[in-house]
């Protein structure tokens, strides 16, 4: 973007008769670093989605299309594709109780996978929690910054922090 269209641009949450150099370097500096966590936010957001897949998937590989007595099902044919695709299904249904261990080593690898999943999922929460503080701590700077710099209120809090780090 050019300078002036970020200089436009910012001058549309400006106070009126002012220009984008009435922005104090501090709330610049401020804009940046919330720029800069904003950022961060997308890619927190990227990883919560990634360990939800994660655990949807361990999820799906422990049983899919599981019938209440689907246990009591095992080694009758005509009930068996009420059992499930998934791949425990498969163990059970063409394997009957020489799966077992076969079986027991799938449960034990979705175990895992849901474990790793939960605790990257619960990582991200946190990390994702301990940003939005400091997003809060930094706006309400800002916000400061700007109204002591002749916005009001609801200019500052509307100032667009990209625009505003973009001019830096």
């Known amino acids: 973007m050019s300078a002036a269209r970020v200089a436009a641009a910012t001058n549309r949450h400006a106070p009126a008769g002012t220009n984008h150099r009435a922005v104090p370097v501090h709330a610049r500096q401020l804009a940046a670093q919330l720029s800069t966590l904003f950022d961060r936010d997308t890619e927190i957001v990227k990883r919560l989605n990634d360990a939800q897949h994660q655990l949807a998937s361990a999820n799906e590989h422990l049983w899919s299309g599981l019938a209440p007595d689907a246990f009591g ?96």
């Open 73 to 168: 099902l095992t080694l009758d044919d005509d009930n068996a594709a009420a059992i499930g695709q998934s791949p425990i299904a498969a163990l059970i249904r063409d394997g009957g109780p020489a799966a077992n261990s076969p079986m027991l080593q799938a449960l034990k690898q979705a175990r895992w996978q849901i474990h790793r999943g939960f605790c990257q999922y619960q990582s991200a929460c946190e990390e994702r929690r301990q940003l939005a503080f400091d997003v809060g701590e930094l706006s309400q700077q800002l916000t400061h910054a700007l109204c002591a710099a002749g916005w009001n209120a609801d200019q500052a809090r509307h100032a667009n922090v990209h625009q505003l780090a973009a001019t830096t």
